[in-house]
T-cell receptor, first 115, second 115 residues
Framework: QQQVKQSPQSLIVQKGGISIINCAYE??????FPWYQQFPGKGPALLIA?????SEKKEGRFTISFNKSAKQFSLHIMDSQPGDSATYFC??????????????FGTGTRLTVIP | SAVISQKPSRDICQRGTSLTIQCQVD?????MFWYRQQPGQSLTLIAT?????????ESGFVIDKFPISRPNLTFSTLTVSNMSPEDSSIYLC????????????FGPGTRLTVT
């Protein structure tokens, strides 16, 4: 059973455009929601993360929007650049409540930014 | 963050043999994890490596197949035993730092091909 559902599977965006990736979860015990960026042949790199006590977090061109009631969160990449072309994974854990930091990952979104 | 290294970075192994993967971190960590990522797929947690005690395995993974050691705070090994072609994957270690807030950082991965 996929604990975190991610869409779309792939995304093509023009340079300068906004990339939006969505994730949904069912387990209300999740209390930590990170996004990872992975380039081919590399390990996932932590991009940005949010906890459920805030609805939005912004770091540079990357923004997480969080909707606790809908159990959804999304990643927005503003002014998308060709260098952003990578696979993005959302994830969730219940580390704060239980101390169990193991992450449940979405299925990934392959982003291609066209020059 | 932390510098996480894995050895080997890749290997090609014969069916029925075993491979031990090492993970070394340059900072004090609280938790270490091992994940598997099959080609083009998401990440699946294999186990949590516990210092000085047996690892905690996720459903579908057993100690006889994936023995794990963690002799100190900054080092762990994962062995893939009696390999079959289905074990061909990328194996990743990840850590949470003592000085962090539960963020999880990944190593570069070990790409294993079983023939």
């Amino acid at each position: 059973q996929q604990q975190v559902k991610q869409s779309p599977q792939s995304l093509i965006v023009q340079k300068g455009g906004i990339s939006i990736i969505n994730c949904a979860y069912e387990n209300t015990a999740f209390d930590y929601f990170p996004w990872y960026q992975q380039f081919p042949g590399k390990g996932p790199a932590l991009l940005i993360a949010i906890r459920p006590d805030v609805s939005e977090k912004k770091e540079g061109r990357f923004t997480i929007s969080f909707n606790k009631s809908a159990k959804q969160f999304s990643l927005h990449i503003m002014d998308s650049q060709p260098g952003d072309s990578a696979t993005y994974f959302c994830a969730a854990s219940m580390g704060i409540q239980t101390g169990a930091n193991n992450l449940f990952f979405g299925t990934g979104t392959r982003l291609t930014v066209i020059p | 963050s932390a510098v996480i290294s894995q050895k080997p970075s890749r290997d090609i192994c014969q069916r029925g043999t075993s491979l031990t993967i090492q993970c070394q971190v340059d900072s004090q960590v609280t938790m270490m994890f091992w994940y598997r990522q099959q080609p083009g797929q998401s990440l699946t947690l294999i186990a949590t490596a516990n210092q000085g005690s047996e690892a905690t395995y996720e459903s579908g993974f057993v100690i006889d197949k994936f023995p794990i050691s963690r002799p100190n705070l900054t080092f762990s090994t994962l062995t893939v035993s009696n390999m079959s072609p289905e074990d061909s994957s990328i194996y990743l270690c990840s850590v949470t730092l003592v000085a962090g807030l539960g963020e999880q950082y990944f190593g570069p991965g070990t790409r294993l091909t079983v023939t």
